[in-house]
């Protein structure tokens, strides 16, 4: 029983969710503060650049590419997503920076 909590607890650190509010997420290291988060229709997320280097936030939306340009350290952008759909969020200047964002 403690192993299946312990499970479970892992599994909520790797995917957050928090409807109803605004949701900010943070790069640091070359890295998104969450790898996956569930966020309802029309919610803001805010992109905050807390490392050291540039980053550059995008995703692809109805076939587009959503582009919240360059971020330099200090710097945030803000993406809302109106759409019920799985969407792949990166950094276009770092490839291995990537999370899902799940919108219901």
Avoid: W
């Amino acid at each position: 029983m403690t192993q299946i909590i312990y499970i479970l607890s892992f599994i909520s650190l790797l995917t957050f969710s928090a409807y109803g509010q605004d949701i900010t997420i943070t790069q640091k290291d070359k890295k998104f503060s969450q790898k996956e988060i569930i966020v309802k229709k029309g919610q803001k997320i805010t992109f905050i650049n807390d490392d050291n280097l540039a980053h550059n936030v995008y995703t692809i939306v109805d076939g587009k590419k959503v582009d919240l340009g360059l971020q330099k350290a200090g710097e945030s952008g803000e993406l809302t997503f109106e759409d019920e759909n799985t969407y792949r969020v990166r950094c276009a200047i770092h490839p291995r920076m990537k999370m899902i964002v799940k919108v219901e």
